[in-house]
């Protein structure tokens, strides 16, 4: 823990932590709580009942059971309606998230820690390998990540499951086995049960899994950084209407560049969590020049107009503004008065600015 905090200092002095009753995430509350108590941290515990089984809001009573033993703050958050009938897994995964950073958002945390270990990061570069992903999926999970208001901070991800169970045994403290770990209709699962068998034909062991993820961050780290640089010094932001680049310096990029500058403003103005499939932006990075009359992708429109790339978001409206509308909006926000705008990021100067 102290490592991982020398390499990611905190700057902030509470930290939201995701707790729902396994070993790695009882492992994790214990150990950051300890870390907290010497550098004046406080912990909030977090735990998402489901409601998917019978026994899940035992288990969250469990948990804050143990909380309130060991003097942490702890909270229980519901996550109530119907269910999806397809889709369990990932649709529970986003519901974790989008209440644990309500909750955050309402309380003004802006951390929050998650419990994933070394067997979940070659887990998740298996899954990913079978999925086809390229660098930034094959890095795996990365130990500091972003997610809309929150820094998500993975402290354990060089830690194996065995010695975070070996931890909890230590201190006397039981842990919850979910049964849905045992589910193979998750392709997770699968996964799981087949890593033994690697490492015993191949020697390709979970820590050899987890290490080429992480050898590969650092190419996805430098990948990001080139990105950066090129957004940062060719990519004009139209405040929240839209976002224009010049073809020509565009043109002059890296393939993977030009696929993660594409991405990236693409899942920023549809205002996505996840960036479109890759197959359609590399379609789109190709197509993109002069005469190209435009496309709709992560709930944007993209088009070519006057030597420059302008990505939008998809306005659904039939209504047409008329020279008078926009010469009343220039009035008022004369900085666009003289300027060739195209007709879609006028509208959508209109929609976020309204006179």
Request: with cysteine; charged share 30%.
């Amino acid at each position: 823990m102290e490592r991982f905090f020398e390499k990611y200092p905190l700057e902030d002095k509470v930290v939201a932590v995701g707790v729902s009753g396994g070993a790695d995430s009882l492992a994790l509350v214990y150990r950051l709580n300890e870390y907290g108590q010497k550098n004046g941290i406080k912990v909030v515990a977090l735990t998402v009942d489901h409601q998917l089984r019978e026994e899940s809001s035992r288990e969250a009573e469990y948990v804050a059971g143990l909380m309130k033993k060991e003097g942490i703050e702890h909270h229980v958050l519901v996550w109530d309606g119907d269910k999806p009938q397809t889709g369990i897994e990932e649709a529970a995964r986003q519901a974790r998230y989008d209440l644990i950073g309500q909750y955050c958002r309402e309380h003004g945390i802006r951390i929050l820690a998650m419990g994933h270990h070394q067997q979940d990061q070659a887990e998740t570069f298996l899954l990913r390998l079978q999925r086809g992903s390229g660098v930034f999926g094959l890095s795996g999970i990365l130990p500091v990540s972003r997610r809309e208001n929150l820094t998500v901070i993975r402290p354990q991800l060089e830690d194996t499951p065995q010695s975070l169970k070996a931890y909890l045994q230590q201190k006397g403290i039981e842990w919850v086995e979910d049964p849905s770990n045992q589910n193979e209709d998750f392709f997770r699962v699968k996964i799981r049960r087949f890593l033994p068998v690697l490492e015993k034909e191949l020697s390709l062991s979970v820590a050899r899994l987890a290490g080429t993820a992480a050898v590969l961050s650092r190419t996805r780290d430098y990948v990001e950084t080139q990105t950066d640089k090129f957004i940062r010094n060719n990519v004009r932001f139209w405040e929240n209407a839209g976002v224009s680049l010049s073809e020509k310096a565009f043109d002059g990029q890296h393939e993977e560049i030009r696929f993660q500058v594409i991405s990236r403003l693409i899942k920023k103005i549809g205002g996505k969590i996840y960036t479109p499939e890759a197959d359609e932006v590399l379609r789109l990075c190709k197509n993109v020049k002069g005469g190209f009359s435009g496309c709709t992708l992560g709930g944007c429109e993209v088009f070519a107009f006057r030597g420059k790339i302008w990505i939008v978001p998809e306005l659904k409206l039939k209504e047409k503004i008329s020279r008078q509308k926009w010469e009343e909006f220039t009035e008022k926000h004369s900085q666009y008065k003289k300027m060739a705008l195209p007709y879609k990021l006028r509208l959508s100067l209109m929609m976020s600015k309204p006179i």
